[in-house]
Nanobody, 125 residues
Framework: QVQLVESGGGLVQTGESLTLSCTAS????????MGWFRQVPGKGREFVSS????????DYSESVRGRFTISRNNIKGTVSLQMNTLKPEDTAVYYC??????????????????WGQGTQVTVSS
């Protein structure tokens, strides 16, 4: 059973940047597709970005494309989300998730079977 741990959240101002990281405290996600989702109170989780198991394919939601960049280092066992030009509407709890073994990236939440506890990102106006 993999245990995912997110880090890097915090409070920033509009236009600033943050980098979120995801590691596995137990288990591994080296050969799995990975994704980032976010959630605000009272709403369901929203897809943000995903990356295929080998890193060759990435996907982004329309709201973050061009501002966020997902990457992975399978040697170090990390997945990162570089978030630039942050907006107040990016405020949410961000979750790292593990997808399928040797799978392509996916926007579908049902494709992910392990989730971290989340890290809060707050963007002030």
């Amino acid at each position: 059973q993999v245990q995912l741990v997110e880090s890097g959240g915090g409070l920033v101002q509009t236009g600033e940047s943050l980098t979120l990281s995801c590691t596995a405290s137990e288990g591994s996600f080296t050969n799995y597709a990975m994704g980032w989702f976010r959630q605000v109170p009272g709403k369901g989780r929203e897809f943000v970005s995903s990356i295929s198991w080998g890193g060759s394919r990435t996907d982004y939601s329309e709201s973050v494309r061009g501002r966020f960049t997902i990457s992975r280092n399978n040697i170090k066992g990390t997945v990162s989300l570089q978030m630039n030009t942050l907006k107040p509407e990016d405020t949410a709890v961000y979750y790292c998730a593990r997808g399928g073994l040797h799978s392509d990236s996916s926007q579908r939440e049902a494709r992910y079977n392990a989730w971290g506890q989340g890290t809060q990102v707050t963007v002030s106006s």
